[in-house]
Antibody
Framework: EVLLVESGGGLVQPGGSLRLSCAAS????????MTWVRQAPGKGLEWVSL???????HYADSVKGRFTISRESSTNTLFLQLNSLRAEDTAVYYC?????????WGQGTLVTVSS | DIQMTQSPSSLSASVGDRVTITCRAS??????LNWYQQKPGKAPKLLIS???NLQSGVPSRFSGSGSGTDFTLTITSLQPEDFATYYC?????????FGQGTKLEIK
């Protein structure tokens, strides 16, 4: 059974940093495409970042240069490093397995950017 | 970037009704269109991939159709558990943008 568990969210001041984790079981992260999606409070879904099994990465324009997606094979974990955080980055962040669709999702972790 | 426009943004219907939600892409995405259902406080759930491919375990009252720029999600005979928010997403080119969502409410 595929299971994704996000962690690492919390309250951070504008300009601060956080690293989100997505612990996976039931499959190998490095053999799959993985995606981060976020959802601001009361808003819709926003595609954030994708890492291919090759290691190639892609980002939404809204986070390019500030966020970094990565993975660690030894722990079968996906990461999202969030730097230079802004109030508009406040959201629940979900990780998901993906090709051209997102078929398995974690429960999400809340990031709140506020002073 | 390819933009996705869903309509309506909200919809009121009754149990047993047939409803249709539409999604329009700003350019052709062939059939790379996915539909998700999200209930409050929960992660989205993939219902339909590649325009019409019903995911395992999803009831057959859900169906998807379309190609190019225009797509529809149809739910026949609405059940109480179907009241949720529905999102389309294009999987044709990065960024894989979502529609703004359609909130389906009980009339």
């Amino acid at each position: 059974e595929v299971l994704l568990v996000e962690s690492g969210g919390g309250l951070v001041q504008p300009g601060g940093s956080l690293r989100l984790s997505c612990a996976a079981s039931g499959f190998t992260v490095s053999n799959n495409y993985m995606t981060w999606v976020r959802q601001a409070p009361g808003k819709g879904l926003e595609w954030v970042s994708l890492i291919y099994n090759s290691g190639s990465t892609h980002y939404a324009d809204s986070v390019k240069g500030r966020f970094t997606i990565s993975r660690e094979s030894s722990t079968n974990t996906l990461f999202l490093q969030l730097n230079s955080l802004r109030a508009e980055d406040t959201a629940v962040y979900y990780c998901a397995t993906s090709k051209r669709f997102l078929d398995n999702w974690g429960q999400g972790t809340l990031v709140t950017v506020s002073s | 970037d390819i933009q996705m426009t869903q309509s309506p943004s909200s919809l009121s219907a009754s149990v047993g009704d047939r409803v249709t939600i539409t999604c329009r892409a700003s350019q052709s995405i062939t059939t790379y269109l996915n539909w998700y259902q999200q209930k409050p406080g929960k992660a989205p759930k993939l219902l339909i991939s590649v325009a019409s491919n019903l995911q395992s375990g999803v009831p057959s009252r859900f169906s998807g159709s379309g190609s190019g720029t225009d797509f529809t999600l149809t739910i026949t005979s609405l059940q109480p558990e179907d009241f949720a928010t529905y999102y389309c997403q294009q999987g044709y080119s990065i960024p894989y943008i979502f529609g703004q969502g359609t909130k389906l409410e009980i009339k």
